[in-house]
């Protein structure tokens, strides 16, 4: 995740929280960093799930990831389903982070 997506998701956590006063700010602060976290656990685990096979575990949290960016996307009136959907996404990455050099290292001359 790069910077201007971080501050894209804060303004609009910003934003959503202004025209819901029910929100509280830590709400609104842990939709934002929920990625994060994810990503910090997952590449913490993703050495743990080099064990299994890395096609499987890629395929597998590749699945994963996409399921949580459905439930963010469907969280229309729900905070707490976009910081679900970020904490998966976040920790599906943090794990793909993890996979991905090895995958390319294998297959690069």
């Known amino acids: 995740m790069n910077y201007s997506v971080a501050m894209m998701t804060l303004d609009a956590a910003k934003i959503w929280g202004e025209n819901d006063p029910s ?43 996409i399921l949580g960016l459905i439930i963010q996307s469907m969280s229309f009136d729900s905070i707490d389903g976009i910081i679900v959907g970020r904490l998966m996404y976040g920790f599906s990455a943090g794990i793909l982070f993890c996979m991905a050099p090895k995958i390319i290292q294998e297959n690069t001359i």
């Not at 609104?28 to 743990?48: L, N, R």
């Open 23 to 65: 929100i509280s700010a830590m709400k609104i602060e842990m939709a934002t960093s929920s990625g994060v976290y994810g990503a910090t656990f997952g590449c913490g685990v993703g050495s743990i799930a080099l064990a299994f096979g890395r096609s499987k575990v890629m395929l597998i949290f590749s699945c994963i990831a």
